[in-house]
């Protein structure tokens, strides 16, 4: 082989590699979905920049402020539809119909027992696993711990960015509440055996309290360290 093609290849190479390595998570994003019944839905998702970025978990999810508790509210295959905030599951299979009113999290995939969403709960849920209707969270403002879920099957690639996004949760709560939450995540380039990376960021649901500006300010930032 010729040196000039010998070069090419070589740079195709690095090219390819560079591009890998500087895929990376970017920060949340929080959609408004609109407020019926005194509540507001708000969809989350977590923006990565590589076009094959696969989220593999999410975890020590845990709240920086609130206003008030038992801020999350249901309305699932536990509720009967109904909505609730002493009742529900945080499992996507559960939900009834697509654009329900429902808080749950999931690892990209869709929605109600047909999508077979392979999200499963961490231990850190408790005992009732995604069956429980707040969300356990531990002290405030602790990074290190916090409940999570992950992909069971990742050969699925169901964690897989679409548009560079991979959705995470929805979270219905009502008009006049607000909480800030902090959440790490795990993904990797989606092929088998290729490292994990890491990334964490806070994102604000609701009118955010006092401070909770400044800590969005720190997503994109925080996002783009990693860990082995």
């Given at each position: ?16 590699i560079a591009g890998v390595a500087s895929a990376t998570f970017t920060g949340y994003q929080v959609t408004n ?196």
């Amino acid at each position: 082989m010729k040196i000039a093609q010998k070069t090419a290849l070589m740079g195709l190479a690095v090219a390819s590699i560079a591009g890998v390595a500087s895929a990376t998570f970017t920060g949340y994003q929080v959609t408004n979905g609109g407020s019926q019944g005194g509540l507001t839905k708000y969809i989350v998702h977590a923006n990565f920049s590589g076009a094959t970025d696969t989220a593999l978990n999410f975890f020590h999810i845990n709240q920086e402020s609130a206003s008030g508790s038992n801020l999350f509210y249901h309305a699932d295959a536990l509720t009967g539809g109904a909505p609730s905030n002493t009742a529900g599951t945080w499992n996507p299979q559960f939900v009834l119909a697509p654009g329900a009113w429902d808080s749950f999290v999931c690892v990209g995939g869709g929605t109600g027992f047909a999508s077979g969403n392979s999200t499963n709960a961490d231990p850190s849920f408790g005992a009732a696993g995604f069956n429980t209707a707040q969300m356990p969270f531990p002290s405030p403002n602790n990074h290190a711990v916090g409940p999570g879920w992950f992909n069971s099957n990742p050969p699925n690639l169901q964690g897989r960015v679409i548009n560079g996004q991979v959705l995470l949760g929805q979270f219905v709560i009502a008009d006049a509440a607000n909480i800030t939450m902090f959440l790490k995540v795990g993904y990797n380039d989606g092929i088998a055996g290729s490292p994990v990376q890491f990334g964490e960021g806070t994102f604000a649901l609701g009118v955010p309290a006092p401070g909770a500006v400044a800590l969005l300010g720190l997503a994109g930032l925080a996002g783009r360290r990693r860990r082995a």
